[in-house]
């Protein structure tokens, strides 16, 4: 009998034993991965906001962007998105026809040569006439990109971070005689 109790005696002195191990255990546990997880998230950037006036001129072949305020935008980082028609069909505009006014801007550094469009600058995007008997009827159309656009339609105009892959600003135009 006195065996017993010695083994029993032993037992319930190693149970709070182990119990406080495991809390041990469990606590260092979770304190790496709450570490490991704080240290892998990335300080994020407020995403760019900015305000625009654009128009669209089917006589002048131009869509005019004017910024009217918010956070300065800048060419190298800006993609010009145009949905139009019926299914909606969206594409990106080439970035060689985009002039940001003044064109003689000077680097903000050596480092980045980067073109600025600053609150109450404007910028324009140049397109080209189409025309298909086919498809207008001899009616012209304007070619955005692989889209045609007649005179009188909306379309939507969207600039896009090209960081982010976020909505800067978007807006519906009316291609105007």
Same mark, same amino acid.
């Given at each position: 009998?006195k065996?017993?109790?010695?083994?029993?005696?032993?037992?319930?002195a190693?149970?709070?034993v182990?119990g406080?191990?495991?809390?041990?255990?469990?606590?260092v546990?979770?304190?790496?991965a709450?570490?490991?997880?704080?240290g892998?998230?990335?300080?994020q950037?407020?995403p760019?906001?900015?305000?625009?006036?654009?128009?669209?001129s089917?006589?002048?072949?131009?869509?005019v962007i004017k910024?009217?305020? !918010?956070?300065?935008?800048?060419?190298?980082? +800006?993609k010009i998105?145009i &949905?139009?028609?019926?299914?909606?069909?969206? $594409?990106? /505009?080439?970035?060689?026809?985009?002039?940001?006014?003044?064109v003689?801007?000077?680097?903000?550094?050596?480092?980045?040569?980067?073109?600025?469009?600053?609150? !109450?600058q404007?910028a324009?995007?140049?397109? +080209?006439?189409?025309?298909? &008997?086919?498809?207008?009827?001899?009616?012209? $159309?304007? /070619?955005?990109?692989?889209?045609?656009?007649?005179?009188?339609?909306?379309?939507e105009?969207?600039?896009?971070?090209?960081?982010?892959?976020n909505n800067?600003?978007?807006?519906n135009?009316?291609?105007?005689?």
């Amino acid at each position: 009998m006195k065996a017993d109790r010695k083994s029993m005696q032993s037992e319930n002195a190693v149970s709070p034993v182990i119990g406080v191990m495991l809390m041990i255990v469990v606590t260092v546990i979770l304190a790496a991965a709450v570490s490991s997880f704080a240290g892998s998230v990335e300080n994020q950037d407020d995403p760019t906001h900015a305000t625009f006036d654009v128009s669209c001129s089917a006589s002048d072949k131009l869509i005019v962007i004017k910024h009217m305020g !918010g956070d300065v935008i800048y060419k190298e980082d +800006i993609k010009i998105m145009i &949905s139009h028609g019926l299914p909606k069909m969206t $594409g990106f /505009l080439p970035k060689e026809n985009l002039t940001f006014y003044p064109v003689d801007q000077s680097p903000r550094s050596a480092a980045e040569e980067k073109t600025a469009l600053q609150p !109450g600058q404007m910028a324009t995007y140049s397109f +080209i006439e189409w025309q298909n &008997s086919s498809y207008s009827a001899g009616k012209k $159309g304007y /070619l955005f990109g692989h889209q045609v656009v007649m005179v009188g339609e909306t379309f939507e105009f969207a600039l896009v971070d090209v960081n982010t892959e976020n909505n800067i600003f978007v807006t519906n135009v009316v291609m105007e005689p």
